[in-house]
């Protein structure tokens, strides 16, 4: 088949799909136009773009109109050598950023018997091409600004329109990042990885976040972006990964935090251990080639062990009234249901103590405070161990035809001693998270011309989360019936006593959820004169297996109003 036809048939093939939008592109390009001495255009100059790092040569030739343009470009650093005849060789270098279109306009100097090398330093970024309102991150921004955590995603808040999600937004909680752009929703967002879509749709946030290390720059659009972004309204957030080279480059990195130096919690007891704080994060990055201008590796590894102290203070009952004597009680003495009197001195006789209400009571910790209604103080250790890699092969085939593969894999295990503010506040009633994803990619990049080039991609991307109730204490242990008969479910039912901290496991756990997305995609582009061209595909399958037990325990509720006693725990 040749060229011309080649191309008119990727064309209407394209306009023949039913149900496709633009594919996202996660490349760059280079347009310009080379003219003489006199602003006439040079026809026919060849422009040839190599990248510094693996070596790798485009080339093409400037048309009539003395214009040029090379497409579907990594993001990196090239070399830019034009040659014409009768004029000297011009060399210079760029920077091309991730879905940017560089525009590079130069003027060549009659030549000599001996021609002379014109060396200029970078372009600098200008878009002229695009409507698009949005910024990049740079390598030299992610890797220069502290970021506590080492979470990149933060640097979004550095373009303009981007604020933090409003606290304790769904996005935002168990030390998670989340923003708005524009006045949108935080789960308008969209987050790509290396062009591929990389979302958690449960909650519609990023699913595999790699190691700072990793990361090359990223792209954050927040306005007016094309088509091929697809559907989300929001900012669309596009994560470009490094890639091996001709040289060796490599980090290793150890950031130690600890409690040493800090100050105690004030509200902790004094008889009572400091509570805990201590974070280890850890890692390295290795590149380079496992052969020189063909074959190139990138891997990159990161852990953090964290371990910290959740101070919380609440109201636990006293030894006295978990006996139930409530002569000394804050909440005034019950009054017995049948002459509807006090009882006698506030106690309340034993064979009307109800044996599961006496064992609900006992779950309760004596108080360690002299505090009305704050007499108990607790310093549970929370644990949150994360562990991350990337693993990338690129392969250049010949001239013309580019292989790359990558697998990111992302994985938390978090315990929280205490699951909210309306929850348990003694400890006991915490809960697991656990967080696993896993993105992967292969794609092919053809030159089918020096103005045609196709890329095809497939990527998997799966995320799968669950949090478990801690069930440290189970119905059956107090005398309360066990409600589902599955293992799962297993655990104390939620508590409430008016006057004192909630007891049992959250009602909405246990949760489970797996998503799966499986993504084609096509992206080609073709330049001719002054225009270029982008069409493509970009297909998904997705699939989500989840559930939530909700009530599964029950749930019970003691309130001093219009009930048996007047006293929440003396009706229990």
Request: glycine share 8%.
């Amino acid at each position: 088949m040749k060229p011309n036809f080649r191309t008119l048939f990727l064309f209407v093939l394209s306009l023949m799909l039913p149900a496709t939008i633009a594919a996202q592109t996660h490349r760059g390009s280079l347009r310009g136009t080379v003219y003489d001495q006199n602003q006439a255009a040079v026809t026919g100059a060849q422009v040839s773009l190599t990248s510094t790092a693996t070596g790798d040569v485009r080339t093409t030739t400037t048309d009539g109109n003395g214009q040029f343009a090379i497409t579907s470009l990594p993001s990196g650093e090239y070399e830019v050598t034009v040659e014409a005849s009768s004029f000297n060789t011009h060399k210079e270098k760029i920077e091309v950023f991730v879905n940017q279109e560089q525009r590079l306009d130069l003027s060549l100097k009659v030549g000599t018997l001996a021609p002379q090398i014109v060396e200029s330093s970078f372009t600098e970024l200008l878009k002229k091409d695009s409507a698009s309102l949005g910024s990049v991150i740079d390598n030299r921004q992610i890797t220069g600004l502290p970021l506590d955590g080492r979470n990149f995603y933060e640097l979004s808040l550095l373009v303009p329109g981007a604020v933090p999600a409003a606290p304790g937004s769904a996005g935002s909680v168990r030390g998670d990042f989340a923003f708005s752009v524009n006045g949108a929703r935080e789960d308008a967002n969209n987050f790509l990885l290396d062009g591929v879509y990389n979302i958690d749709p449960k909650l519609n946030t990023f699913g595999v976040r790699p190691s700072l290390d990793a990361i090359r720059e990223f792209e954050m659009l927040t306005s007016t972006y094309d088509a091929s972004f697809g559907r989300n309204p929001g900012a669309q957030v596009n994560v470009i990964l490094n890639s091996g080279t001709n040289d060796f480059h490599g980090s290793v990195f150890e950031f130690h935090r600890n409690a040493a130096l800090d100050a105690r919690n004030f509200f902790a007891p004094a008889s009572e251990p400091k509570p805990k704080y201590i974070r280890n994060q850890f890692g390295g990055a290795l590149g380079g080639p496992i052969k020189r201008d063909s074959t190139f590796f990138f891997a990159d590894y990161e852990g953090t062990r964290s371990r910290e102290g959740i101070t919380r203070i609440t109201n636990v009952p006293t030894a006295l009234e978990r006996a139930g004597n409530f002569s000394q009680s804050l909440f005034g003495p019950p009054v017995s249901p049948f002459p509807g009197l006090p009882f006698t001195g506030g106690i309340i006789p034993d064979f009307l103590i109800n044996p599961v209400g006496r064992a609900i009571a006992n779950l309760y910790p004596l108080p360690n405070r002299n505090v009305p209604f704050q007499n108990f103080v607790s310093s549970p250790v929370l644990r949150d161990d994360n562990d991350s890699f990337d693993a990338r092969v690129d392969h250049h085939l010949n001239s013309r035809a580019e292989l790359a593969f990558r697998y990111s894999f992302g994985d938390r295990n978090l315990f929280e001693p205490f699951t909210g503010p309306s929850f348990s506040v003694v400890p006991g009633f915490g809960d697991t998270v656990k967080r696993r994803s896993q993105n992967g990619m292969a794609a092919v990049t053809l030159m089918l011309t020096p103005n045609l080039i196709n890329e095809s991609r497939v990527a998997f991307s799966r995320v799968a989360a669950s949090v478990t109730q801690e069930a440290s204490v189970l119905n059956s242990e107090v005398g309360l019936p066990t409600i589902s008969p599955r293992a799962r479910d297993l655990g104390l039912s939620f508590i409430t006593i008016t006057g004192f901290s909630p007891l049992g496991d959250e009602g909405n756990n246990p949760q489970n959820s797996v998503t799966n997305v499986y993504q084609f995609l096509n992206n080609s582009s073709y330049a001719r004169g002054n225009h270029v061209f982008k069409f493509g595909a970009d297909l998904r399958f997705s699939q989500q297996n989840a559930f939530r037990d909700v009530e599964s325990r029950g749930r019970l509720q003691f309130s001093p109003f219009g009930q048996i006693t007047f006293n929440a725990l003396a009706d229990l």
